[in-house]
């Protein structure tokens, strides 16, 4: 059931729990990831970046496809399509392309014209029934070409961008994306727990997404869920998961067995890959029998 990501949102950050977002790269991810949340009565965000949409062809190929999938599979759980770390063009392309919901991210931007865009967007998004969510900081590692430091976020900032009325936010809290180094110091608690406090105190408990998660300890998931964060992101460690299991399909040789080297054979120990992570994931999360 396609919807938009504030309510799942919203009650996640009330009971205390957190929603996935799942990033999806081909029909593959895609199907994992809807058969695994509906198997487990759990609420699921399926992110789209902008290169996994120039790679599938567009994002009018994305949502046709996603729309086509939910109605034939029957889901029924709440499933928001979402544009991950949105461009200020590709959100308007997202809208136009039948999303339920879009990020914008313009941390990389000085605060006046984060500020600017994000209004723009919220009041565009927001009169068509999309949910919408910002980002101050900044994320380390890279996504799409784009390097970030991991600059944590400023609660002022975060404060103000709260108040234009997006439906959650992303704040750099020292999390990165892609694999973690060996000699990364952790969350930055101190800094979510002083954002939480200042939105609560100005806006009200706005849910907060943690990038990055993958190879996050899971103590710090469930410290982080406690100190508001409702929605997070899961990309890197699906794509670690499905190459592991295809490469062990190919080395022991199964591809040269019988029709092995049919796609649909040959895909598949990734594809049960990412649902068996997936659901680790979402147990973690806490998002099971919530929809």
């Known amino acids: 059931m396609l919807v938009n990501a504030k309510e799942m949102l919203d009650k996640a950050r009330a009971g205390k729990y957190a929603v996935g977002q799942f990033n999806i790269n081909n029909l593959e991810w895609t199907k994992a990831v809807l058969l695994t949340a509906q198997e487990l009565n759990s609420p699921v965000i399926l992110g789209v970046s902008e290169g996994a949409g120039k790679y599938m062809t567009g994002f009018e190929t994305v949502s046709a496809m996603v729309a086509a999938m939910d109605k034939s599979l029957g889901i029924t759980v709440p499933v928001a399509l979402h544009l991950d770390h949105g461009t200020y063009e590709g959100c308007y392309k997202c809208i136009k392309a039948g999303f339920t919901s879009i990020m914008f991210d313009g941390s990389h931007f000085p605060i006046e014209e984060n500020i600017a865009k ?22 380390g590692g890279e996504e799409d070409g784009v390097i970030g430091k991991g600059e944590c976020a400023d609660p002022q900032e975060c404060k103000q961008i709260a108040e234009l009325g997006v439906d959650f936010l992303a704040a750099g809290i020292g999390n990165i994306h892609g694999v973690y180094p060996d000699n990364w110091e952790g969350l930055s608690f101190e800094t979510l727990d002083a954002i939480n406090k200042t939105l609560v105190e100005s806006v009200g408990e706005v849910p907060l997404v943690l990038h990055g998660g993958t190879g996050i300890p899971d103590d710090q998931i469930t410290k982080a869920i406690s100190l508001g964060v409702a929605k997070i992101n899961v990309n890197t460690e699906c794509q670690l998961v499905f190459a592991e299991a295809t490469r062990g399909y190919v080395e022991a040789g199964k591809d040269k067995q019988g029709k092995g080297f049919d796609p649909r054979k040959l895909l598949n120990p990734g594809f049960e890959a990412i649902k068996a992570k997936v659901k680790e994931k979402m147990e973690l999360f806490g998002s099971v029998g919530k929809a």
């Not at 919220?122 to 068509?128: D, E, I, K, S």
């Open 118 to 139: 994000t209004t723009e967007l919220v009041n565009v998004a927001h009169g068509l029934g999309l949910s919408i969510e910002a980002e101050v900081g900044a994320i």
